[in-house]
């Protein structure tokens, strides 16, 4: 499968440009149609129908400045979308941001939004916590989540598949099939914590190198030990690799509105200096 | 499109429509063909019933074992016959469910029966698959005789994930399809999740991955379950794509009412994804 719709988070945060920029590289490269969302913030209980709130009123003094910026954050993204040649289209969303993401969502295949930057203040709107966890478990389709540190430019060549023979590796495989198939260099990195590795688990590592194969897509194994700490072992190979993308499952769940992800993914999201694709 | 393909072996009668269908899948991608047959326990657990508990005679695991594999040596005849390039024969020792569950990670699709009351079938394996795997299943119904599943295909929309997973997870299918209808039941009851144009957006999705649909929205007393099976009916579709719902939490599976009916009652091949 070719990535055909690509919807990019569009916000006033000094992370946005950058984010936008990789999107529509990665549609650039794909050939695929870009979809700004910005969100005013009100949720949609609040106006089920759309920004109707009428000038002048008290209503309007609150939200106005939202809606205003949402609007701004659009133009930006109009710039870098222009400038890049690609197809694109704004959408104004009267909603919260993670809950209008999770629903434009289900008409793209691939989800990109901004690392939590939880010392950057929007003024006007509550600083995004743990948001691409939130989008992992409930978007339903991959998430690229763009690093807060400065990340390349262009897309994705040398990528770290992680795996570890579980559902959610699984996922994760076909779910980066897309970005794999463009790399010229994919590792499937296994952190398996016992040495040597039963024949079950070296069958399955087997069946996930030829799945791969039979998409065009050439793995090259690496068995690391991850000691205590999976996350810190994935980001310290990703650098020794010299990796400009990182395509994990995500684990954990989520009970009630409280997100409890695995140790290793949380890791990862939180620490990452490069591009993670994530799913769940 | 899909390039491995698991389907599921065994002695029972719907295996031959089994086969016609996921031989019709390997044959119009190219894909490498696994026929899985599992033994329908572990050694283990057989060692545990023969041993203290002696519910079965001591040494007749071996016989599971011979049961399962000539299983895989009709298959792997039956789907040479019908044109299949690659073939894999794959002996599980483990119960059918877990079996393929395990297996279907490392391929694009699986194929099942539907669940029907025939004794010699795993009840219950088709909505185990669908709601714990992490690939969309095929369930063939006995009386599938091998007709093309790109002609006309009815794919249900409700707005939600699992259907989501099944349009993602069909779209090989619909992008060789002759005609797809969008098929949209009731869809004022989530008004929420459709908008004002129910069934545009994806539409419009769907478009871009070079797939023309056609909106169909039915506004019905009938069960969703039942008004999908009359679209297909009506439609002369041959394959019908739909979300599979229940609830995965309890140790027994109840199922949502449309993925029941579907599954036991669809008269054309379902995909079906959660």
Known sequence: MRYKTVLVHADLSRHAP????????????????LIGAAMTGISREVLPNGYNVAPGSLLAGYFDPLEHAARQALDAFEAIAARRGVSYEPRLVCDDVADGLVLLARFADLLVVSQDDPAESLG???????MPDHLVFHAARPVLVVPAAHAAQGCARRVLLCWNGSREAALAMAGALPLLQRATHTTLAWFAPAFPVDSASAQELADALAFLKRHGVHAEPVLRDPGHDTGHAILRLAAELDCDLVAMGCFGHSQFSELLLGGASRTVLREAALPVLMMH | MY?????HVDDSGSMDARLRAAAWLANSGAAHLVGVAATGMTWPVYAMLAGSLAVVPANEFDSLRDVARASLARFTEAARALGVASVEERLVEDASRDALLLQSRYADLVVTSQDADDAATVRGLPQYLALHGVRPVLTVPAAYAGAALTDVV???WDGSAPALRAIEGALPLLQGARA????????????GLHGDDPGADMALYLARHGV????FTERTALPAGEALLGIVRACGAGLLVSG???HSRYREIVLGGVTRVLLERAPVPVLFAH
């Open chain 2, 3 to 7: 390039k491995t393909i698991i389907v």
């Open chain 2, 154 to 156: 009815v794919v249900g």
């Open chain 2, 180 to 191: 797809v209808r969008l098929a949209l039941v009731n869809p004022e009851r989530e008004a």
């Open chain 2, 244 to 246: 599979a719902y229940g």
């Open chain 2, 212 to 215: 023309q649909v056609e909106v």
């Open chain 1, 124 to 130: 006007y709107a509550a600083p995004a916590v743990r």
């Open chain 1, 18 to 33: 950058e984010r936008i920029a990789l999107a529509a590289d990665l549609c650039a490269e794909h050939g695929a149609h």
